[in-house]
């Protein structure tokens, strides 16, 4: 399916949004995530069926300053 990841695009074989982060290998409690600007929460990200042409925006915290 393609979709829009953080800008760019990707062509991914997950259906939902918890597997599409298992695919992109992102993992962690601290992740936020938004599918077409709506905030998803961790609980409901296994139930959120992707669509073709969904932007996704995946957001983990940095070190730094």
């Given at each position: ?21 298992t695919e992109l290998s ?40």
């Amino acid at each position: 399916m393609s979709l829009i990841v953080n800008g760019q695009p990707a062509n991914v074989a997950s259906r939902d949004l918890a597997t599409l982060l298992t695919e992109l290998s992102y993992d962690g409690d601290w992740l936020a995530t938004a599918v077409n600007g709506v905030v998803i929460r961790r609980d409901d990200r296994v139930a959120y069926a992707l669509r073709p042409g969904d932007r996704v925006e995946i957001l983990s915290p940095m070190q730094g300053g």
